[in-house]
């Protein structure tokens, strides 16, 4: 396992941009980004496998957020342009030591998107 930091999160208007960034401890095979709101499943947002650098981006918020990283610098970023208020969520880092599972987690940042 990795410790995992984020940042970027913030609050932003309907069709405002925001950068997220996670820098892991160690080496991983893979990163990626999820989000949760209260009272809801943990929802897949994005992932990359630093093997060619393969990314996987949910239908829900293809086209507007992008997945891309540094792999010799154990960071990863979530560009996440035209945002809606459906895109609040507490944005949590994840990372896997294979490229198949996910065995650490950040604390996760807040994103607040207001109408």
């Known amino acids: 396992q990795v410790q995992l930091v984020e940042s970027g999160g913030g609050s932003v208007q309907t069709g405002g941009s925001l950068r997220l960034s996670c820098v892991a401890s160690?080496?991983?095979?893979?990163m990626g980004w999820f989000r949760q709101v209260p009272g809801k499943e943990r929802e897949f947002v994005a992932t990359i496998v630093w093997s060619g650098d393969s990314t996987f981006i949910s239908s829900s918020v293809k086209g507007r957020f992008t997945i891309f990283g540094e792999n010799a610098k154990n960071t990863v970023y979530l560009q996440m342009n035209s945002l809606k208020p459906e895109d609040t969520a507490v944005y949590l880092c994840a990372a896997g030591s294979s490229e198949y599972s996910y065995n650490s987690w950040g604390q996760g940042t807040q994103v607040t998107v207001s109408s």
């Open positions: 160690g080496r991983t095979a893979r």
